[in-house]
């Protein structure tokens, strides 16, 4: 071993990123490539009575206008929402199956959201192909659309599937009901809480693109775009296409972030390679800002609420959990899996809870699809438990960090399975509790509350301590060679998308092998290369396509030991491999690894290994979070002080991307409590956030210096320790600042905040207590 990992070494990645030679799909073209444009439904429910493409296709220069029915011709099918697939179909409370509402490419006969595509028209110019579309003559028969899902669940709603009554998608529930009834009715004690966690859009650095095309000659199709997984991606569209998977060619480049919503395949993608085969030239399609916050998979957007039980000593008897989840007008793919897999079993989080239970119905409204988004279902069933747990200890009358300590489950009782049905072990929720208070300065707030209240200032402060589950697909691919150079090549099924798997797997590869660093070569992304993959979401890949590397690196040294043997004309028993080396025992006879890959080129076989690694279940990175907030009672402008993140994502093999992972988290986390805000009008669906004029996202300016802690325990189900650390930022931060600022308000006699706390938002709470006194 070498002393690679566990070291804060600088991105490998980022030269080419920060120095404008990064490569991404819109920078991408090929020979005699068109161009694509969406023409999108400016209605959030119509019927659509007819098309007209005449007058567009004689506009110079287009190529083609397509609509659902010339998709459906040719085959295509919708994009599949597996609300019924086998090993993601979720039943219903009664058993009976949820609905398909799956989108279609094209809308077929009706549209369920404002910008929903319709037709795509190709040109030879992206210019020709914006005029064209504009002249594209749609009749639309406007329908009453509902936004809100009180609105869809009222009785005269307008139902947006025939086979979806009342607008309702599904409803499914996990735990014991009775239980938890039974439990509630005997408790000293009831708490009960309503929260709303806002819509959000993810964002994406890079907008989504495609570069699409063709080859008659194979009949193989090939798509160039961002994604997360190329063989997923692959997939879905070989069944979308309706053709075999190895006629469908998916490769990746430098990815804009992804955040889970670039898992799964969209309708331009599709578009554009139907459009690629109908007129036998490449089809380029890149999106236009405003169209991502209308067409990219939005996120979150639950309405909760919670009961708890407590008993005369402030300990937690039950837990009753019910949401609603409005997630648009159509099921993206595996939307209603992910939400039970995740949400449901975590609900409770650290905290000793004997019973639990908890109902989740969804419901249609006339919005942009709801899907993945980083710390999916987590992030709410966090958000919502560490809500309920502060209004449980200020009904208790204890101090909020000794209730909290009251109820974690302790070190001492792990392996523990929980109501909700998970099992941790190996963490020690004390202690992670007492590292951030301590961080905080909890036990000297007082002081620095009262100096605040002197300049006029309210202060707050608050702790969540969290668990998280982590990994998505429980095995990854890899295969590694050396020549005799000694350069090595690894190829991985994960896909990176900002996260620095170039940099973290090299660390590894340079441990195990012995070989440098400037030595090792990544290749991803490419489903002609990489025979198979997983891919990256979930908090997965260091620990499971870092253990297909380290797992790999071993099966290649044992193909090398056993030419060694014939090298050094020893048994390979006697022979030690002290990287890169393989040595005779007792001696200074040794030959190096490339010396072996050298070898084995002289025998017409490379050395070359493959290996698929596999684990089972879920890790459960773990931590807390501290907060300390300031607001302006003039203004509602809230100022956070200080943040502290205490964090055991496992051993971190690069500290430095770690701690950049947990900022960046914290970041989007802290943004969706303060003042990221989906906004539709209520009457006609559209968007009233759709650009970054009216659509925040946090600054630099908004955050403070991170106070980061990495306690790290080894995860034993992988070679290298790994837990996962991609969301843990992301999680639980946005209940730490809103506990904080009800902390700070409270005196005033505000009981309620939810996010974002924007200024107003915290203004007007402050006004409406004032005026209630």
């Given at each position: 071993?070498?002393?690679?990992?566990?070291?804060?070494?600088p991105r490998?990645?980022?030269r080419?990123?920060?120095?404008?030679?990064?490569?991404?799909?819109?920078?991408?073209?090929?020979p005699?490539?068109?161009?694509?444009?969406?023409?999108?439904?400016?209605h959030?429910?119509?019927?659509?009575?007819?098309?007209?493409?005449?007058?567009a296709?004689a506009?110079?220069?287009?190529?083609?206008?397509?609509?659902?029915?010339?998709?459906?011709?040719?085959?295509?099918?919708?994009?599949?929402?597996?609300?019924?697939?086998?090993?993601?179909?979720?039943?219903n409370?009664?058993?009976?199956?949820?609905?398909?509402?799956?989108q279609y490419?094209?809308?077929?006969?009706?549209?369920?959201?404002?910008?929903?595509?319709?037709?795509?028209?190709?040109?030879?110019?992206?210019?020709?192909?914006r005029?064209?579309?504009?002249?594209?003559?749609?009749?639309?028969?406007?329908l009453?659309?509902?936004i809100?899902?009180?609105?869809?669940?009222?009785?005269?709603?307008?139902?947006?599937?025939?086979?979806?009554p009342?607008?309702?998608?599904?409803?499914?529930e996990?735990?014991?009901?009775?239980?938890v009834?039974?439990?509630?009715a005997?408790?000293e004690?009831?708490?009960?809480?309503?929260?709303a966690?806002?819509?959000i859009?993810?964002?994406f650095?890079?907008?989504?693109?495609?570069?699409a095309s063709?080859?008659?000659?194979t009949?193989?199709?090939?798509?160039?775009?961002?994604?997360?997984?190329?063989?997923?991606?692959?997939?879905?569209?070989?069944e979308?296409?309706?053709?075999?998977?190895?006629?469908?060619h998916?490769?990746?480049?430098?990815?804009?972030g992804?955040?889970?919503a670039?898992?799964?395949?969209?309708?331009?993608?599709?578009?554009?390679?139907?459009?690629?085969?109908?007129?036998?030239?490449?089809?380029?399609?890149?999106?236009?800002?405003?169209?991502?916050?209308?067409?990219?998979?939005?996120?979150?957007?639950?309405?909760?609420?919670?009961?708890?039980?407590?008993?005369?000593d402030?300990?937690?008897?039950?837990?009753?959990?019910?949401?609603t989840?409005w997630?648009?007008g159509?099921?993206?793919?595996?939307?209603?899996?992910?939400?039970?897999f995740?949400m449901?079993p975590?609900?409770?989080?650290?905290?000793?809870?004997?019973?639990?239970?908890?109902?989740?119905?969804?419901?249609?409204?006339?919005?942009?699809?709801?899907?993945?988004?980083?710390?999916?279902?987590?992030?709410?069933?966090?958000?919502?438990?560490?809500?309920?747990?502060?209004?449980?200890?200020?009904a208790?009358?204890?101090?909020?960090?000794?209730?909290?300590r009251?109820?974690?489950?302790?070190?001492?009782?792990?392996?523990?399975?929980?109501?909700?049905?998970?099992?941790?072990?190996g963490?020690d929720?004390?202690?992670?509790?007492?590292?951030?208070?301590?961080a905080?300065?909890?036990?000297?707030f007082?002081?620095?509350?009262e100096?605040?209240?002197?300049?006029?200032?309210?202060?707050?402060?608050?702790v969540?301590p969290?668990?998280l589950?982590?990994g998505?697909?429980?095995?990854?691919?890899?295969d590694?060679?050396?020549?005799?150079?000694g350069h090595?090549?690894?190829g991985?099924?994960?896909?990176?998308?900002g996260?620095?798997?170039?940099?973290?797997?090299?660390?590894?590869?340079?441990?195990?092998?012995?070989?440098?660093?400037?030595?090792?070569?990544?290749?991803q992304?490419?489903?002609?290369?990489?025979?198979?993959?997983?891919?990256?979401?979930?908090?997965?890949?260091m620990?499971?396509?870092?253990?297909?590397?380290?797992?790999?690196?071993?099966?290649?040294?044992?193909?090398?030991?056993?030419?060694?043997?014939?090298?050094?004309?020893?048994?390979?028993?006697?022979?030690?491999?002290?990287?890169?080396?393989?040595?005779?025992?007792?001696?200074?006879?040794?030959?190096?690894?490339?010396?072996?890959?050298a070898?084995?080129?002289?025998l017409?076989?490379?050395?070359?290994?493959?290996?698929?690694?596999?684990?089972?279940?879920?890790t459960?990175?773990?931590?807390?979070?501290?907060?300390e907030?300031?607001?302006d009672?003039?203004?509602?402008?809230l100022?956070?002080?200080?943040?502290v993140?205490?964090?055991?994502?496992g051993l971190?093999?690069?500290?430095m991307?770690v701690a950049?992972?947990?900022?960046?988290?914290?970041?989007q986390?802290?943004?969706?409590a303060?003042?990221?805000?989906?906004v539709?009008?209520?009457?006609?669906?559209?968007?009233?956030?759709?650009s970054?004029?009216?659509?925040?996202?946090?600054?630099?300016?908004?955050?403070?210096?991170?106070?980061?802690?990495?306690?790290?325990?080894a995860e034993?189900?992988n070679?290298?320790?790994?837990?996962?650390?991609?969301?843990?930022?992301?999680?639980?931060?946005?209940?730490?600042?809103v506990?904080?600022?009800?902390?700070?308000?409270?005196?005033?006699?505000?009981t309620?905040?939810?996010?974002p706390l924007?200024?107003?938002?915290?203004?007007?709470?402050?006004?409406?207590?004032?005026?209630?006194?």
């Amino acid at each position: 071993m070498t002393d690679h990992i566990g070291r804060p070494l600088p991105r490998r990645e980022d030269r080419a990123l920060i120095t404008g030679t990064g490569s991404y799909t819109a920078d991408h073209s090929k020979p005699n490539q068109a161009h694509g444009v969406i023409v999108r439904s400016p209605h959030a429910h119509a019927r659509i009575d007819a098309i007209r493409a005449e007058d567009a296709m004689a506009m110079p220069g287009v190529l083609g206008v397509f609509t659902a029915k010339d998709l459906k011709a040719a085959g295509i099918g919708p994009i599949p929402s597996y609300s019924r697939a086998p090993g993601f179909a979720v039943k219903n409370a009664d058993g009976t199956d949820m609905p398909e509402a799956s989108q279609y490419p094209l809308a077929i006969d009706r549209v369920r959201y404002v910008g929903e595509p319709v037709a795509f028209v190709v040109a030879e110019t992206r210019d020709a192909a914006r005029d064209a579309a504009e002249a594209v003559d749609i009749d639309y028969d406007p329908l009453d659309a509902v936004i809100h899902p009180d609105d869809a669940l009222s009785d005269n709603a307008p139902a947006l599937w025939h086979d979806a009554p009342g607008n309702r998608s599904s409803h499914w529930e996990t735990g014991d009901r009775a239980g938890v009834d039974a439990a509630l009715a005997a408790a000293e004690h009831v708490v009960e809480i309503d929260v709303a966690y806002p819509r959000i859009v993810i964002g994406f650095m890079e907008p989504r693109a495609a570069l699409a095309s063709f080859d008659a000659e194979t009949g193989r199709y090939h798509l160039l775009t961002g994604c997360q997984s190329a063989h997923r991606m692959r997939d879905m569209l070989a069944e979308i296409l309706d053709t075999e998977t190895e006629n469908v060619h998916v490769s990746v480049p430098d990815v804009g972030g992804g955040f889970g919503a670039r898992t799964n395949a969209y309708p331009e993608s599709v578009c554009a390679l139907h459009a690629a085969r109908a007129i036998g030239r490449p089809v380029h399609w890149v999106a236009e800002r405003s169209e991502s916050f209308l067409a990219d998979t939005q996120a979150r957007s639950q309405k909760m609420s919670a009961r708890l039980g407590l008993d005369g000593d402030g300990n937690i008897t039950a837990l009753s959990v019910s949401s609603t989840w409005w997630h648009g007008g159509y099921l993206a793919p595996r939307s209603v899996f992910i939400l039970a897999f995740w949400m449901g079993p975590l609900l409770g989080g650290p905290y000793r809870i004997p019973v639990c239970h908890f109902s989740c119905r969804g419901v249609f409204t006339n919005t942009t699809p709801v899907g993945s988004y980083r710390g999916v279902a987590r992030a709410e069933a966090i958000y919502l438990t560490d809500r309920l747990i502060e209004e449980a200890a200020r009904a208790s009358g204890l101090d909020r960090a000794e209730f909290r300590r009251r109820n974690l489950i302790p070190a001492a009782a792990l392996p523990v399975k929980t109501a909700g049905g998970l099992t941790f072990s190996g963490m020690d929720f004390h202690a992670t509790l007492n590292r951030a208070l301590s961080a905080i300065g909890w036990q000297a707030f007082v002081e620095r509350k009262e100096e605040a209240a002197h300049a006029g200032r309210l202060r707050g402060i608050s702790v969540t301590p969290f668990v998280l589950s982590a990994g998505s697909g429980n095995e990854e691919y890899a295969d590694l060679s050396v020549d005799g150079s000694g350069h090595v090549t690894l190829g991985i099924g994960t896909q990176d998308f900002g996260m620095g798997h170039t940099t973290v797997y090299t660390q590894v590869i340079a441990d195990r092998l012995g070989l440098s660093p400037d030595a090792v070569r990544i290749e991803q992304g490419d489903t002609d290369r990489i025979p198979r993959g997983t891919g990256s979401m979930g908090s997965r890949s260091m620990r499971i396509g870092g253990g297909a590397v380290s797992a790999v690196s071993d099966v290649l040294i044992d193909k090398a030991l056993a030419l060694a043997e014939d090298l050094l004309e020893t048994d390979r028993r006697d022979i030690t491999f002290t990287a890169p080396d393989f040595v005779v025992q007792g001696t200074d006879r040794k030959v190096s690894l490339p010396e072996i890959a050298a070898h084995a080129e002289t025998l017409g076989t490379p050395l070359a290994a493959d290996t698929v690694f596999t684990v089972d279940g879920s890790t459960y990175p773990n931590g807390c979070h501290a907060c300390e907030v300031e607001i302006d009672p003039e203004t509602g402008r809230l100022t956070i002080i200080r943040f502290v993140t205490v964090v055991d994502p496992g051993l971190a093999v690069n500290p430095m991307i770690v701690a950049g992972q947990i900022h960046g988290g914290l970041a989007q986390a802290l943004g969706e409590a303060f003042v990221e805000n989906c906004v539709y009008d209520a009457t006609s669906g559209q968007m009233m956030s759709g650009s970054f004029m009216d659509y925040a996202l946090p600054r630099a300016d908004d955050l403070p210096d991170f106070d980061l802690h990495i306690e790290s325990s080894a995860e034993p189900d992988n070679p290298l320790g790994v837990k996962g650390v991609g969301e843990a930022g992301t999680v639980g931060a946005q209940a730490t600042l809103v506990n904080a600022a009800l902390d700070a308000v409270a005196p005033s006699g505000v009981t309620r905040l939810d996010m974002p706390l924007t200024p107003l938002a915290v203004w007007q709470a402050l006004e409406e207590a004032k005026a209630g006194n």
